[in-house]
């Protein structure tokens, strides 16, 4: 009895590992695709991020706020992959850097959290998908002080 039990304990040991393996970085790229297209918040100031694929490990993206018909505030982002870690990046208007956060937290590819310590304001960019048409992000410190939410809609 003994010997029988061993085999398949083995196997199920097998079965356990190779299901609990974390996905690698093409694959939890692929999860951000859900990104794509346009949101947009309705209240007050119109803040919009429009995202589209530059390639299998890039994401490109814009965000701006417009207040009436002026544009108050744009800036290019980027997801993309970098030995098998996934960063985002913001680079706003006016400038001469651009900065970067490491995906540091996924959940059931709808909840990214990307980390900049060094960074003085953010620390942390949230992404979480509510359902398919309402996204809320969120930026705060790691203390979690300074937090700001917004609720955004896809709009295309």
Not at 41 to 48: A, K, N, Q, V, Y
Not at 122 to 133: H, M, V
Request: hydrophobic residues 35%.
């Amino acid at each position: 009895m003994k010997i029988a039990i061993l085999p398949v304990l083995g196997l199920l040991s097998l079965l356990l590992s190779i299901s609990c393996q974390s996905p690698n970085s093409s694959e939890r790229i692929g999860e951000l695709r859900v990104l794509l297209g346009t949101w947009e918040t309705s209240d007050g100031t119109i803040f919009t991020e429009h995202w589209n694929v530059v390639n299998d490990s890039i994401l490109s993206g814009m965000g701006f706020s417009n207040y009436g018909t002026d544009t108050v505030f744009k800036e290019s982002l980027k997801i993309f992959t970098l030995r098998d870690n996934i960063y985002y990046s913001a680079n706003i208007k006016g400038h001469d850097h651009e900065v970067v956060f490491r995906l540091e937290k996924t959940g059931n590819g709808r909840y990214w959290k990307f980390v900049n310590p060094d960074h003085d304001y953010p620390n942390i960019i949230e992404y979480r998908l509510l359902d398919d048409s309402t996204l809320e992000t969120r930026t705060s410190t790691l203390a979690g002080t300074k937090e700001k939410t917004f609720l955004m809609k896809k709009i295309k």
